[in-house]
């Protein structure tokens, strides 16, 4: 200690004992400590007051002074010397007296009788040292205490034997939703979800056991309100003797994970189901669908596995927006849902498909009867952001074990099913039998083929001309596409037209069949043929296509037809599906100076009134009203109305399917304009009908 500075304060009433003490440090603290330097006190008020004023390495206190006595003495002096070691005073060798001093705080005793030099010099020595040692335990214990109250976990110690708490700090209390007070009475058991406690009580015996240095686990405690918070807990033993004794205390850090613990579920949650319906999906669908299979086996009972698909749903979508198919679709699911029974299970597996499995059947007719009652329950009409959208499905059944033992077998075979019923007309529910099979094989093969035909040029246009009723003269055309199939020969649109319509390639067949006629029309004039005006029938989807109008100027302009030798055809059905959509579409055609005709008029349920809105130049009249004119008296007073009605509302009237004399003698009779059909002309190849009106015929 030869580097150390030692400043000491003497309390000391008696002269010859201050006296005696000052010339035991004169002697040894010249040698021990480099600066030494001694202030004498006479009394406790003295002392205090020294001590306010400078700071001491070490207090010698008599414990006997004028002011003051005994063990008082000492506290007071500690109130004020806190940090400093003091070296206790008496003329008592009393040993009880002495372990109660250093009890209260005296860092050493002495007899002031038996005092020595050397022995002075070790109690200072081992005063300095045992007070640094205190404070540097205080430092950490303090350090300790602040972590494990301020620590973000949750901390705890608690009894090993009994596992009950003995120190929480204010996160575990957070955690829990106990006060420190409460949970003090508790035990780990105690808040530990029942059904987590047998594992946690396993790993906890192992630790007592010293089997494990420490273990975690992910649990839940039950919080004070009775809910349950999902923790991590990490537990560690606190052992006498180095580690190797016996248990002193169980450490424990506590982390809430209840957030993870949700993400956790939702991220399964949405592995398993569909986002949009709540549903499950395919994943999950094929999992339930492999219990059910063994149920059914172990029971010797039969089950369907059932494929849905929505007809017309994409023309919802391109009409109204995605907003409003995926309301719908959330409809259609509570629809479905309310026609099965608890035992059945329904999944959205994409789009606008449903799988379902029919579980626990006796019967395979037993199916049918579901399917019917899904099948009606679409009768009613969906309320869809303030429409009513007549939305139908087309479901097909396969049957387990009578179809098959295989589930992806099954699941195709019920999906051939259902593309059955929607070649049978939609809006109905079939069986699988073998004999579709052969058909779905077919029609998957003509799917694909149909998809390369403009890229292969198979497909081509026939026209057929529309007359004046009145002279017999052509007055325009009728654009008609064709698909000159390689292997099945030239096929009308009644063969392939339905099947783009479901496969949504019916926007690019009508896309090719627009550029095509007016590049045909041109060329048609540059070799100077006389000009015709066209007409062209457009199917919902490319009507309802943004920027579609934007895209006719675009091909009017690049082929130089005149906008007034256009005309396009939309069917009566359409126009009244979205009339506000329909309306916004044919006045900007109308505005390019395009020509706008309503096919199949009569079919449909259109409003008088909304039709006068529209920028309509032609009615065209449905063939069912046409074919029995001669003998039906109701077709021809239904007749006789339209073309009173169309030519109140300037309107032209067109009659299609005309075939025979009767028909076109009562046509002109009732006022009819114009007719189109197979007694005037059938359609004509390019080739043939540009002759036609290069003869001026």
């Keep these: 200690m030869g580097t150390a500075d030692l400043n000491i304060l003497l ?3 008696n002269p010859a004992d201050a006296e005696l003490i000052d010339m035991m440090f004169s002697e040894i603290g010249r040698e021990q400590f480099q600066n030494y330097s001694l202030k004498k006190a006479d009394s406790l008020a003295a002392g205090i007051k020294a001590l306010g004023k400078e700071a001491f390495s070490v207090v010698l206190l008599d414990l006997g002074l004028p002011d003051s006595s005994g063990l008082e003495t000492l506290l007071r002096i500690e109130e004020n010397a806190q940090n400093i070691p003091v070296i206790a005073l008496t003329g008592l060798a009393d040993e009880e ?6 009890s209260m705080g005296a860092q050493d005793y002495v007899v002031k009788g038996k005092i020595t030099a050397d022995g002075l010099y070790r109690s200072v020595l081992y005063s300095l040292e045992r007070k640094k040692s205190e404070l540097l335990l205080k430092d950490s214990e303090e350090r300790f205490r602040a972590f494990f109250e301020l620590s973000g976990m949750g901390a705890i110690q608690a009894d090993p034997a009994s596992g009950r708490f003995i120190m929480v700090n204010r996160s575990f209390c957070e955690l829990t939703g106990y006060g420190s007070e409460e949970l003090l009475s508790l035990s780990f058991r105690e808040i530990t979800h029942p059904d987590d406690w047998p594992a946690d009580s396993d790993s906890y015996e192992k630790l007592l056991r ?19 918070v999902w923790v991590h807990v990490s537990r560690t033993l606190l052992r006498r003797a180095g580690g190797r004794g016996e248990p002193l205390r169980v450490l424990g850090i506590v982390h809430d994970i209840t957030d993870r613990k949700r993400m956790e579920r939702e991220i399964i949650e949405m592995a398993h189901h569909d986002a949009l319906t709540g549903l499950p999906n395919r994943r999950l669908f094929i999992e339930l669908a492999q219990i059910e299979m063994a149920q059914a086996s172990r029971n010797h009972k039969k089950m369907a596995f059932v494929f849905l698909d929505l007809d017309r749903f994409k023309e919802v979508n391109d009409t109204f927006g995605h907003e409003a198919g995926d309301k719908l679709l959330k409809e259609v699911a509570l629809r479905i849902r309310k026609s099965l029974r608890k035992s059945d299970t329904i999944a959205r597996i994409g789009g606008d498909e449903f799988n379902i499995i029919i579980a626990d059947l006796h019967r395979a007719e037993g199916s049918a009867e579901i399917a019917r009652k899904i099948v009606d329950s679409f009768r009613v009409p969906f309320l869809i952001a303030g429409h009513e959208l007549h939305v139908t499905a087309s479901i097909g ?15 195709r075979y019920a999906d051939i099913a259902m593309y059955h019923a929607k070649e049978t007309g939609k809006n109905n529910f079939q069986f699988y039998n073998p004999s579709i099979n052969v058909h779905s094989a077919q029609r998957i ?11 292969k040029g198979e497909l081509m246009l026939y026209y057929q001309p529309l007359a004046d009723i009145r002279t017999g003269k052509m007055v325009c055309a009728e654009a008609l596409v064709r698909w ?33 006629v007016c590049s045909q029309a041109k060329q048609w004039r540059q070799a100077g043929l006389p000009p015709v005006c066209f007409t062209v029938n457009l199917s919902s989807r490319v009507f309802q296509k943004a920027g579609f109008a934007s895209g006719i100027a675009r091909i009017l302009k690049d082929t130089g037809l005149p906008a007034g030798s256009l005309y396009l055809e939309i069917t009566e059905t359409l126009a009244m599906e979205n009339i506000q959509l329909t309306a916004s579409q044919l006045a900007q055609l109308s505005g390019l100076g395009v020509q706008i005709s309503i096919d199949d008029f009569g079919t449909g349920y259109s409003s008088l009134n909304y039709l006068k809105r529209l920028p309509i130049g032609r009615l065209k009249i449905d063939r069912s009203f046409i074919k029995d004119i001669a003998t039906d008296p109701d077709d021809r007073a239904i007749i006789n109305a339209v073309v009173a009605m169309a030519h109140n509302m300037k309107m032209k009237v067109i009659a ?22 197979f007694l005037y002309s059938r359609p004509l190849p390019a080739e043939i009908f540009s002759e036609l009106i290069g003869n001026g015929k």
Aim: with cysteine.
């Design 11 to 13: 309390i000391e009433d």
């Design 97 to 102: 007296f002495a372990a109660r001093a250093i």
């Design 210 to 228: 010293g089997e494990l240095a420490q273990y975690d686990r992910e649990i839940r405690y039950l919080h004070k309100e009775g809910h349950a």
């Design 397 to 411: 059944l396969s049957i387990y074990p009578d179809d098959d033992l295989d589930m992806e077998t099954l699941f």
């Design 445 to 455: 093969k003509m799917e694909s083929r149909m998809r390369q035909a403009i890229a």
């Design 484 to 516: 000159r199939h390689p292997e099945m020969g030239l096929l009308e649109p009644k063969n392939f037209i339905p099947l783009a319509e479901e496969t949504g390639y019916i926007t690019a067949i009508d896309e090719w069949v627009l550029e095509a």
């Design 656 to 677: 299609e399917g005309v075939e025979t004399a009767d028909q076109l003698d009562f046509l002109r009779q009732a006022g009819c304009d114009e007719m189109q059909g």
